[in-house]
C-alpha cells in the first residue's frame, strides 16, 4: 500500500492538473477541455484505462476528472499521463508549433512527463522570439 500523501497530489496528477492550469491561460477552459478529451481518446487505444479519464463541464467552466489510479504513486499511472500528454503535445504542435507546448516544458511539473523532444525545447522561448 502507498504512502498517504495527505493533500499533495502525486506527481502523475500534479503534472495534468499544471498541463491543464497552463493550457487555461492560454487557450482557455473549453479549448483545453477539448484538447485534453481528443488526447486521451487517443492515447486510450495504447492505454485502456484513459477511457476512464473524463471532462465536466456546464457552459464555459470545465474540469477533468482522472482515473482513480492517479490519486496514488502507481507507475501504471504515470505511464496513462505521459501518454495523455504525449498525444497533448502532438495536437498542440500541429495547431501551434512549439508556442504551447513551449509553455508546458516550462512548467517543473509536468516536464518530466512530457516526451523527450519536447521537454529538452529552452522554455525560455516560448513566444517563439
Known sequence: ????LGSVP????????????????SLGTTATAALMRRAAKRASGRLPALADFS??????SFRF?????????DPQAEEEVRALL????????DLTGNV????????????PF???GISQRNPRHASGV
Open 114 to 116: 512530457l516526451p523527450p
Open 100 to 111: 504551447i507546448t513551449n509553455r508546458l516544458a516550462s512548467a517543473p511539473e509536468v516536464r
Open 86 to 93: 504525449a498525444e497533448l503535445c502532438a495536437l498542440l504542435t
Open 55 to 60: 471532462i465536466e463541464g456546464a457552459g464555459y
Open 1 to 4: 500500500m502507498a504512502p498517504s
Open 10 to 25: 502525486p506527481p502523475a496528477l500534479s503534472a495534468v492538473e499544471q498541463a491543464w492550469h497552463t493550457l487555461a491561460q
Open 65 to 73: 476528472i482522472p482515473p482513480a489510479a492517479w490519486h496514488s504513486t
